[in-house]
């Protein structure tokens, strides 16, 4: 049902009522348009004007980041910022790292994610729903609030400043689980109930039936945790410390600091290399993610 | 299977028997999960009361000292700023988030040209990184040569604020960055629950003469509330534990001006070493979080019912 009703959503724009005129009413409705067409591309001015910056800076020389009036295009390109930032920073090293990652955790979720949200969606047993009222819960604590705890843990079993630590901590979220179980409840029970009856056991239902099922679930999880990996900063800060295991967002936080006086067009080279992979994957998974999302808020 | 053959009196049994296969499955199904979520989640946060009770730091020393770190937070000006502070960003950002997605999303139901691409748009900044979004709006903010302050001086303001640089107005410029991030997540969100609004109904109000924004309220509000409840809920965790979008953008700074509590349990636990006293700050965050997020369902319920 969340599913449709988020389908809907991405697709069902077009169709809509023949649009009703009756003579002053319709000079109202035009201006009311014209109105809401200009909000709209202010919005989305600014919401795309500091990626365009981000962009457009990366291909200028450092001393013309900042000017006054703004350049907003360059006379002339300097690609060299991107030769420079591969060879003056560790990127390659970081761009391995977050790959690393975020395709571990992407798949340590998928797996784990949607096996428990079988359990909790098809299988009766007691405790049932007071555990899965433990996960629900957990929704609402801030990682912030247990970082302590689970670092000192994690160091005792010395994983601490090793890439395990950060796909431990990412690979087991209640989310994923919720979302599974979201969809799973959608698909009809005579499905697996005829599965059963053919000798299916429930292993093979989730395997046979539900995974082949619920592969734009799985899509939006898989994109939703993938991005969220790649993008994490909080994990990778407190736990890694060697600079080979530095990921993306640790080593371009610390390309800043790190220097007296930043060249501020190599760092924008750098940030729009941490960028573009995720604004792909987003642009062309981007129904899965919007669905995902729409999902998750269904429940309300 | 063996059922058949089983005579009538051990039903009972039978039933347990299923209820105990049942129990193994289920289990077997959500085990793989449950172990990494109890040993990372559960245990830790189980932990974090016992630790916000005793003197814990880097020797490994844990006395217990009762509710004494409680006694002392209670007096610690800097842990009174952060507070305040997370206060301050959250009834800032908390409504203006609400106002800026759902108009939005009022207008993208509208079947106007284009809401394809600008959905794209709107959601593009949530999905980039904080560290990139936090060092690009640093410059953009900056108040010499900012592309900001350039914009709102070409528009006649003679002293565009300092922005990031200034106490007064670093907290209301991380306000501005983070609403700009979120605003697409929150603008998804609406437009699934403005789907839901039944078109009848508005069309019902329309013929009994209510104009438009009498509509809105008595119509589409009404049918919303269930995003706005979980919206609400989100923005409020989420503004509670804001981290690391300050901790890129100023670091607490200038002075302590943008010092939240998350950056203070941060400091007391990873830069001066005191588990037990930065633990403590934490319990009043989740207690934070958890009191919120109940009174908010309470307040739900009572108002559906």
């Known amino acids: 049902m969340a599913i449709d009703a988020t389908h809907t959503l991405v697709t069902g724009f077009s169709g809509g009522r023949p649009v009703r005129t009756a003579g002053r009413d319709s000079a109202r409705r035009v201006t009311l348009r014209a109105i809401g067409y200009a909000a709209l591309v202010v919005a989305a001015a600014a919401m795309l004007l500091p990626f365009f910056w981000m962009v457009m800076s990366s291909l200028k020389p450092s001393n013309e980041v900042f000017t006054a009036p703004i350049v907003w295009i360059p006379e002339v390109f300097v690609w060299d910022n991107y030769v420079q930032i591969w060879t003056d920073s560790g990127i390659g090293t970081w761009i391995r790292n977050t790959l690393v990652l975020s395709i571990a955790v992407t798949l340590l979720q998928l797996l784990t994610g949607s096996f428990a949200a079988y359990g909790f969606a098809r299988v009766k047993f007691p405790g049932r729903d007071v555990l899965f009222l433990a996960y629900v819960g957990t929704i609402a604590v801030p990682w912030q609030s247990y970082m302590i705890p689970q670092f000192i843990m994690l160091s005792n079993a010395k994983l601490t400043n090793t890439l395990w630590a950060i796909i431990l901590l990412q690979a087991f979220g209640a989310f994923g689980v919720f979302l599974m179980k979201q969809f799973y409840e959608t698909v009809p029970e005579e499905l697996a109930e005829a599965a059963r009856l053919d000798g299916l056991s429930e292993y093979g239902i989730w395997r046979r039936i539900m995974l082949p099922l619920s592969v734009p679930a799985l899509a939006s999880l898989a994109l939703l945790t993938f991005v969220n990996t790649w993008n994490d900063f909080l994990g990778p800060l407190i736990y890694l410390r060697d600079k080979e295991l530095w990921t993306m967002q640790l080593g371009l936080r610390n390309f800043v600091t790190s220097l007296y006086d930043v060249n501020y067009g190599v760092l924008f080279a750098g940030l729009t290399i941490s960028v573009v992979p995720i604004a792909i994957i987003f642009l062309l998974g981007q129904r899965y993610f919007v669905e995902g999302i729409a999902t998750s808020g269904m429940k309300g | ?305």
């Not at chain 2, 990494?36 to 009361?49: D, E, R």
């Not at chain 2, 640093?138 to 528009?155: A, D, K, T």
């Not at chain 2, 901790?247 to 939240?260: A, D, E, I, R, W």
């Open chain 2, 1 to 305: 299977m063996t059922t058949t053959s089983a005579p009538a009196p051990s039903a009972r049994r039978r039933r347990s028997k299923l209820a105990l296969r049942n129990t193994l499955i289920g289990w077997s199904f959500i085990l793989p999960n449950f172990l990494g979520f109890a040993t990372l989640t559960l245990v830790p946060v189980i932990v974090l009361f016992y630790m916000s009770l005793t003197n814990w730091n880097i020797f490994g020393n844990a006395q217990f000292v009762g509710l004494q770190n409680f006694i002392q937070l209670s007096k610690d000006g800097s842990f009174r700023v952060a507070f305040l502070n997370t206060l301050y960003y959250s009834v800032m950002h908390i409504p203006l988030t609400i106002i800026v997605s759902l108009g939005l999303a009022l207008l993208l139901n509208n079947k106007l040209r284009g809401l394809a691409f600008f959905r794209t748009a709107a959601f593009f900044p949530y999905i980039t990184s904080i560290v990139a979004i936090a060092l690009v709006w640093n410059l953009l903010l900056s108040p010499e040569y900012g592309p900001v302050n350039e914009i709102l001086r070409f528009l006649g303001l003679q002293n565009p604020p300092g922005w990031l640089t200034s106490a007064d107005w670093a907290m209301p410029g991380v306000v501005l960055v983070s609403t700009w991030r979120d605003m697409g997540y929150y603008m998804v969100l609406f437009l699934a629950g403005l789907q839901t609004v039944p078109r009848e109904l508005h069309e019902a109000a329309r013929v009994d003469g209510a104009n438009a924004i009498e509509r809105f309220v008595n119509v589409t509000l009404p049918c919303l509330r269930p995003t706005m409840f979980f919206v609400t809920v989100m923005l409020t965790i989420n503004s509670f534990k804001i981290f690391d979008l300050i901790l890129v953008m100023t670091q607490g700074g200038p002075g302590q001006s943008t010092l939240v509590i998350s950056q203070f349990i941060y400091r007391m636990g990873f830069e001066q070493n005191k588990f037990g006293y930065a633990s403590a700050a934490a319990v009043v965050l989740f207690f934070l979080c958890i009191l919120v997020t109940i009174g908010q369902f309470l307040w739900d319920k009572k108002r559906s019912s």
